[in-house]
Nanobody, 121 residues
């Protein structure tokens, strides 16, 4: 099976930085788009940023100046560098990837378990 495992979350003061990582593993044939979403308490899950296997990126409007998404295709890993963090960035951050697994047809969207990011003021 396919698994996404996130890491890098934690507690940081406002203005600080964190780098999230998400590694995909298992019977993977191909990975298309990988992305990061977040969900704050009482709010809907929202897109933070996404990146295609060719390196094209898409950011939520308010994130582009502080967040940078990147990926290492050889390692099936996507990263999210977050700078100048604000208390309103506090949320659970989820990794998402469109993956075609060995022996299957087409792509399926997989989710990681989430990693908590807490920004203190």
């Amino acid at each position: 099976q396919v698994q996404l495992v996130e890491s890098g979350g934690g507690l940081v003061q406002a203005g600080g930085s964190l780098r999230l990582s998400c590694a995909a593993s298992g019977r993977i044939f191909s990975i298309n788009t990988m992305g990061w979403y977040r969900q704050a308490p009482g709010k809907q899950r929202e897109l933070v940023a996404a990146i295609t296997n060719g390196g094209s990126t898409n950011y939520a409007d308010s994130k582009k100046d502080r967040f940078t998404i990147s990926r290492d295709n050889a390692k099936n890993t996507v990263y999210l560098q977050m700078n100048s963090l604000k208390p309103e960035d506090t949320a659970v951050y989820f990794c998402n990837a469109d993956i075609s697994s060995v022996g299957s047809v087409g792509y399926y969207g997989y989710w990681g378990q989430g990693t908590q990011v807490t920004v203190s003021s």
